[in-house]
């Protein structure tokens, strides 16, 4: 069936790298996506991989995707305290616009 | 260029009562999504409505239903509201649903408390 799965949480140093991972387990999902979620809001879409890719790079973000294993990540460079929220990975549903999700991985960014 | 917008922000019902919640899309969108996100869980989708039509739909019985308006907004009704009910209801917009994975943009939400 369909999973996404996240670990829950992850702390870091402002300044460092976060590494957001993610396993699914569709392979004919087209898009993997990546959204952000801060308390008390609606999701806002980071960024997104097209499944026939290995990685993707926007500015302080770099998706990798390993097709293989159905692992998802998101690096996030030099890493600040904005950064602070959840994370969540998702995938479309084979064929539809359906988006699964995962539980999403809170990130926490201290001084 | 405004984006998804929904209303009300937060509604508080008791359970057996109805409630309507509303949803514009992005400018140019013409597909909407619905998706339940419950305290610390990801969300789940509800149902996506595309030329007036539910075009497909998420586990939830028949309680959720929907309808998409000309101009492409939509509303979701939930009717005999129970207390696991009570949720984030995130209304997601895309463009032509090619059912190709098209990029959907989420609106701020709706929070529904059941008491």
């Known amino acids: 069936g369909e999973d996404v799965e996240q670990s829950l949480f992850l702390s870091v140093r402002e300044g460092d790298s976060s590494v957001i991972n993610c396993t699914y387990t569709?392979?004919?999902?087209?898009?993997l996506y990546w959204y952000k979620q801060e308390p008390g809001a609606g999701l806002q879409l980071l960024t997104y991989?097209?499944?026939?890719?290995d990685m993707k790079q926007d500015q302080r973000l770099t998706v990798l995707l390993n097709k293989k294993d159905k692992h998802l990540s998101l690096r996030i460079a030099d890493t600040q305290t904005g950064d602070s929220a959840i994370y969540f990975c998702?995938?479309?549903?084979?064929?539809?616009?359906?988006?699964?999700f995962g539980t999403g991985t809170r990130l926490q960014v201290f001084p | 260029d405004a984006g998804v917008t929904q209303s009300p922000t937060h509604l508080i019902k008791t359970r057996g009562q109805q409630v309507t919640l509303r949803c514009s899309p992005k400018?140019?969108?013409?597909?909407v999504s619905w998706y339940q996100q419950a305290l610390g869980q990801g969300p789940q989708f509800i149902f996506q409505?595309?030329?007036?039509?539910?075009?497909q739909r998420g586990n939830f019985p028949d309680r959720f239903s929907g309808h998409q308006f000309p101009n492409y907004s939509s509303e979701l009704n939930v009717n005999a509201l129970l207390l696991g009910d009570s949720a984030l209801y995130l209304c997601?917009?895309?463009?032509?649903?090619?059912?190709?994975?098209?990029?959907?943009?989420f609106g701020p939400g709706t929070r529904l408390l059941v008491l």
């Open positions: 400018s140019g969108h013409d597909t």
């Open positions: 991989i097209f499944s026939n890719m």
């Open positions: 997601a917009s895309s463009l032509v649903a090619g059912g190709m994975g098209e990029t959907q943009y």
């Open positions: 569709d392979s004919s999902s087209t898009y």
């Open positions: 998702a995938e479309s549903d084979r064929g539809t616009d359906k988006l699964i």
């Open positions: 409505y595309y030329e007036e039509e539910e075009r």
